[in-house]
T-cell receptor, first 115, second 116 residues
Framework: GENVEQHPSTLSVQEGDSAVIKCTYSDSASNYFPWYKQELGKRPQLIIDIRSNVGEKKDQRIAVTLNKTAKHFSLHITETQPEDSAVYFCAASGPSGGSNYKLTFGKGTLLTVNP | NAGVMQNPRHLVRRRGQEARLRCSPMKGHSHVYWYRQLPEEGLKFMVYLQKENIIDESGMPKERFSAEFPKEGPSILRIQQVVRGDSAAYFC??????????????FGPGTRLLVL
């Protein structure tokens, strides 16, 4: 089955700096890669996702890049703000027709943005 | 749209008791997924259900755990004879399926189960 590794497990940055979180996956058939943000005691919320037919996607201060050859994808947050502090999870799922509903999550990255 | 609802938000059980976790999907969503999150871990898939059907229960322990999504009412994740290792946050997600296209999974607030 799919295995997703996420690094780093903790990340501390100063307000205004950029943050980068990286994930690798094992199943070359995976083609959907969402990122979720989870604040303490709250539900995971989708912040951005990417499908394997594109290499990069941006939404304001958040961007995700995908390298299918290397089987890794990354989350980039620019101009970080204290409210960006949370645990971020990457996930991967397989192609249509297979178990494309089953999200395999990384273990999460605790991002702390210091004012 | 009220979003995915789960209740209770917190549940305390003693070893050997039963735990029932409820999930109401977003309005119009007919696909429900259950995930378990252990402390400082990512979410792990347990089961995927559609109305009145279990599609994939490969992530759910074969003993003591069961799930259902009846025609009417919420989806229920049932854990019989709970043990301390069942203590975790249980998240439900729902999606709107549109033929071959994959839809975003929206998560509920979770039920935090503590087994004493």
């Amino acid at each position: 089955g799919e295995n997703v590794e996420q690094h780093p497990s903790t990340l501390s940055v100063q307000e205004g700096d950029s943050a980068v979180i990286k994930c690798t996956y094992s199943d070359s058939a995976s083609n959907y890669f969402p990122w979720y943000k989870q604040e303490l005691g709250k539900r995971p919320q989708l912040i951005i996702d990417i499908r394997s037919n594109v290499g990069e996607k941006k939404d304001q201060r958040i961007a995700v890049t995908l390298n299918k050859t290397a089987k890794h994808f990354s989350l980039h947050i620019t101009e970080t703000q204290p409210e960006d502090s949370a645990v971020y999870f990457c996930a991967a799922s397989g192609p249509s027709g297979g178990s494309n509903y089953k999200l395999t999550f990384g273990k999460g990255t605790l991002l702390t943005v210091n004012p | 749209n009220a979003g995915v609802m789960q209740n209770p938000r917190h549940l305390v059980r003693r070893r050997g008791q039963e735990a029932r976790l409820r999930c109401s999907p977003m309005k119009g969503h007919s696909h429900v997924y259950w995930y378990r999150q252990l402390p400082e871990e990512g979410l792990k898939f347990m089961v995927y259900l559609q109305k009145e059907n279990i599609i994939d229960e490969s992530g759910m322990p074969k003993e003591r755990f069961s799930a259902e999504f009846p025609k009417e009412g919420p989806s229920i994740l049932r854990i019989q004879q709970v043990v301390r290792g069942d203590s975790a946050a249980y998240f439900c997600a729902s999606s709107l399926w549109t033929g071959g296209a994959r839809e975003t999974q929206y998560f509920g607030p979770g039920t935090r189960l503590l087994v004493l």
